[in-house]
């Protein structure tokens, strides 16, 4: 079950990430002329723009991010969804902590549906 949680939080801080990009990328993007991308303001046409030495860039930042989360699972204290070593920090039976976990997930599970969402509207 745990690695059924782990990514579910995974993908749930992929989508938050990809939902807060839709959003602010049309008003805001200073890299883009540097990036030879002409239309910032669809991220659709972005990926068919972009040059392949991006998509090199992001597969190898991709790489490099599961490999540290295999790294961190070799920890005996590790917990599903632990990415630096947070829980180690904080004790699990702090009402506090509990509810910051059910906030991300479910505000996780919400993302997954609203980027969803943009990406059908987009279409």
């Not at 040059?51 to 917990?79: R, S």
Request: aromatic share 12%; net charge negative; charged share 20%.
């Amino acid at each position: 079950m745990t690695s059924y949680r782990e990514a579910e939080l995974k993908h749930g801080r992929i989508a938050m990430a990809a939902t807060l990009g839709w959003i602010a990328q049309p008003g805001f993007h200073p890299l883009a002329k540097d990036c030879h991308i002409k239309t910032p303001t669809d991220p659709i046409k972005t990926l068919y723009e972009l040059p392949p030495a991006g998509f090199l860039q992001i597969f190898i930042f991709i790489g490099f991010l599961e490999f540290l989360g295999l790294k961190i699972k070799e920890n005996p204290t590790y917990a599903a969804g632990d990415l630096l070593g947070a829980s180690e920090l904080v004790d699990n039976t702090d009402a506090g902590w509990v509810d910051y976990q059910q906030k991300e997930l479910n505000n996780g599970r919400l993302a997954m549906f609203a980027i969803m969402g943009f990406w059908i509207q987009d279409l």
